[in-house]
């Protein structure tokens, strides 16, 4: 119990530290999402062309099983499914890469909430909100999990530049102590994604039974 507490204590005070990182990496993420908005309005042919990208990709992907699952009314299989995905995406392929070249996780979580701005309509969401609400709740959510990710990426460049925010005249030292920081706080990021899940396939099953 003891152990936990100070783990929390320690990513608390990450936060508390690094809250400008914290800002300019929720300004970076969500400012992407809003500017694809913004192309998805002024180009509707790159607005449909992305949207059929994303359903063939959620057709015949790994995520694919997750309709049929939610279709038969299994939240928690639902959960856990689109937890699993969304959790080794952020792990494996953006956080490990970044650990060797930081900027990998801007490219790869910026892209994709690049894509999700252009594919979200704001005119169904006033015409449609019973169906894109919850879409809009699962996307704030996922996105400050990946916003947790992307700070903690950063954190390593901060470590390599100014170790002695880290308490450590080595850089080297000081990037040891940010991987263990990034430790901590990828699991911040799973906390996040799995209530995102939950949120994710519980509404998707009450709208589908509405």
Known sequence: ?????DIVRDIAGIFKRDWKLFLASNIFLFGLFVLGILVG???????????????????TGPI?????????????????????HNYFVTVVFAAIPSL???????VVFGAQFFLFG???????????PVALFPLLGTLLLEGEAYVVAIFASMRLVEALVWPKRFGEQSAL???????????????????????????????????GGA
């Open 118 to 128: 252009i594919i979200f309509s704001v005119p169904a969401l006033l015409t449609q």
């Open 64 to 84: 694919s099983t997750v309709s049929d699952t939610l279709e038969s009314g299994d939240v928690l299989l639902g959960t856990w499914q689109i937890f699993s």
């Open 41 to 59: 309005q002024l180009f509707p042919d790159i607005h449909e062309m992305s949207v059929d990208f994303i359903e063939q990709a959620a057709s």
């Open 173 to 207: 030292k000081a990037y040891a102590r940010a991987i263990v920081d990034n430790g901590k706080l990828l699991v911040v990021a799973g906390v996040i994604l799995a209530a995102a899940a939950l949120f994710e396939a519980a509404s998707l099953v009450m709208v």
């Open 1 to 5: 119990m003891g152990m936990a507490v």
């Open 100 to 106: 060797l070249f930081p900027p990998w996780i801007l």
